[in-house]
């Protein structure tokens, strides 16, 4: 029977059948979170500065304050990523993903062939150039994979994006592994890896990443904190073992066996794709058995929108259209969680203030991620523990991000506390990480690596989560990137303006006192707590200004966070794209 075989009917062809399931795996919505997970797990460069930064300043000659505009420019490169929402807003998410993939080769790979010296030595502002091209592929893989994501799974968004989120914060440990078994402990090797291994996962995956018209299932947040469960397995392992490698000298097959569990358990998640899968099988088996599958097909004819949501809005938004031009719109928003137009969001007062708290936030936070490994340096920790402070920082970033996520949803709907509230907790919590720093407490680099990653990480899901129930999901691709601006403008203002500023006047004014001649351009270097102290202090009442101004956002949002955010994306409708894919395949 043909329609058997479409849809792989047991009539003692087990081949088919197996092919039907694996081809309905291949194409569903699990193995795209799957995916997603893969491409977000090896985005990680961006986090990955401070490891190869000290290679560009002594192979070009750079000083602090040029080595810091580097560091803008690729947190620049990482956030500006508003002409990527855009072409994923008119283009299927594989395009963006392509995009990715190739300005990461290019940028990356034209940064290891400066350091190799296989170029000549690049002037300033072309390292900078490689640097944004190279971050901002990020924002492109990025918004393919998440906001892809998040418009499959709209019930329980707060979620996926800590999980996203969190692949990529553990990125950095992940890569750093794969570092060590391919390349031994060599640092210009490591920027050939971030050229070519985050490009190769976005063009494997690229295919698997679409939209998918289906409503949140009862049992898929379950699913997610088993996706929870098995990331916190590799996070745990990855920890222990950078412990074990500070502890003991590993040899090149020791790097080997752990490098090949490691990859064991990122790719653990699939099981519970085929969980999952496996379920959507069996009942659409019973369906064919008690031969209602005609019918069911009848009842779900082809649907026009891409989303949901999309469809039920789309006759409001084309008589909005008819009577009010876009422009004279703009300070006529709907609702807060309603669809708003791009420009609707970004003129908002709550766009913003958001903006600013986020700026605050990301600005602080960014010197001490930037800067770790100079912080290291400068306060007499040995050289061999700074990728150790690296590494931890990475794992402590991923756990802020799916913490954060899990935690938040379930404040969210239990208490119904607003979600701004805590971006103020995070500010607060910053400020005792600035501190540590400012005052060189001993061994409190530990622990403010800790609480600024943790901190750090946490506040990426909670951003984009924000924006997502305030503004909506129709134009979140863009929105989404809209947010991200607030990092680079914090870095620029807090890192380099402030942070790289002071501790070059320090330097200078160390040299100055032995009696030794700076000139411009020369590599400065600064020992002691001075050379980082004023710097911090300047974070701590940023951040406490940031957690004032976030007071304004908790209190403007109080009523949208006490009614149910997500009642329209509930339900347990029948994933009808994977059904009806599947059919068209099979029948082709």
């Known amino acids: 029977m043909v329609f058997s075989a479409k849809y792989g009917r047991s009539d003692g062809n087990s081949w088919a059948s197996i092919k039907g399931f694996s081809l309905q795996v291949l194409t569903g919505r699990w193995f795209m979170m799957f995916s997603s997970f893969m491409i977000m797990s090896v985005s990680g460069a961006t986090y990955m500065f401070s490891l190869y930064s000290r290679e560009i300043k002594l192979v070009l000659g750079y000083d602090q304050s040029t080595l810091n505009q580097l560091s803008f420019f690729k947190d620049l490169g990482a956030n500006i990523g508003i002409l990527s929402g855009l072409i994923n807003e008119v283009t299927p998410p594989w395009a963006s993903l392509l995009i990715g993939g190739v300005l990461n080769f290019f940028g990356y790979f034209a940064i290891w062939l400066a350091v190799t010296g296989k170029i000549a030595k690049p002037q300033v502002w072309n390292m900078c150039l490689y640097i944004f091209i190279g971050a901002n592929s990020h924002c492109s893989t990025k918004t393919g994979a998440v906001v892809t994501s998040v418009k499959n799974f709209p019930g329980i968004r707060g979620i996926v994006l800590g999980l996203l989120s969190g692949y990529q914060g553990v990125s950095a440990a992940i890569i750093t592994q794969l570092y060590y078994a391919f390349y031994g402990n060599d640092s210009k090797s490591l920027i050939l890896l971030m050229a070519w291994l985050p490009t190769a996962t976005a063009i494997v995956f690229l295919p698997v990443i679409r939209n998918h018209r289906s409503i949140q299932q009862p049992n898929d947040t379950k699913a997610f904190y088993r996706f929870l469960y098995l990331s916190l397995v590799l996070a745990g392992f990855l920890m222990i073992v950078i412990i074990a490698q500070q502890c003991f000298t590993f040899s090149p097959n020791e790097y080997n066996v752990t490098t090949t569990v490691m990859l064991l358990l990122l790719i653990l998640p699939l099981a519970v794709v085929i969980v999952e899968e496996h379920k959507i099988w069996k009942s ?11 019918m069911l097909l009848a009842n779900y ?3 026009a929108t891409e989303n949901p949501y999309q469809e039920e809005s789309s006759h409001t938004e084309q008589t909005v259209e008819e009577k009010v031009s876009c422009w004279e719109n703009i300070l006529r928003p709907p609702e807060r969680g309603e669809d708003h137009t791009i420009l609707q969001a970004i003129f908002s007062l709550d766009m913003v203030v958001l903006l600013l708290v986020s700026i605050c936030s990301f600005g602080s936070n960014l010197t001490m991620v930037n800067n770790l490994s100079q912080i290291g340096i400068s306060l007499g920790y ?7 402070f690296v590494s931890l920082m990475s794992l402590w970033i991923y756990l802020g991000k799916v913490i954060q996520g899990v935690v938040a949803e379930f404040i969210l709907s239990k208490f119904k506390v607003p979600r701004p509230f805590m971006l103020t907790s995070l500010l607060l919590l910053s400020c005792v990480g600035h501190l540590l720093i400012a005052f060189n407490v001993p061994n409190g680099l530990y622990i403010a690596s800790i609480v600024i990653g943790f901190c750090f990480g946490a506040n990426w899901p909670l951003l984009y989560s924000i924006i997502s129930e305030l503004f909506g999901l129709k134009h979140y691709s863009t929105l989404f990137n809209v947010g991200s601006i607030s990092s680079p403008i914090g870095s620029y203002l807090l890192s380099v303006r402030v942070a790289g500023y002071l ?9 100055e006192a032995l009696g030794q001649k700076t000139s411009p351009g020369e590599e400065l270097n600064c020992n002691g707590d001075e050379c ?7 974070m701590t009442a940023v951040c406490l200004f940031g957690a004032c101004l976030s007071l304004i956002l908790v209190f403007r949002t109080i009523q949208l966070y006490r009614r149910d955010l997500y009642k329209k994306f509930n339900g347990a409708t029948t994933d009808v794209t994977e059904t009806t894919d599947v059919t068209e395949t099979a029948v082709s």
């Not at 040995?382 to 150790?388: G, N, S, V």
């Not at 980082?532 to 300047?538: D, E, P, W």
Request: proline share 5%; glycine share 0%.
């Open 284 to 294: 659409r088996q019973q369906n064919i058995n008690r031969e209602d599958s005609q």
């Open 301 to 303: 004819p082809n649907i």
């Open 382 to 388: 040995p050289a061999h523990t700074i990728t150790t």
């Open 503 to 511: 501790y070059d006047m320090e330097a200078r004014r160390q040299m």
């Open 532 to 538: 980082y102290k004023l710097a911090f202090i300047t």
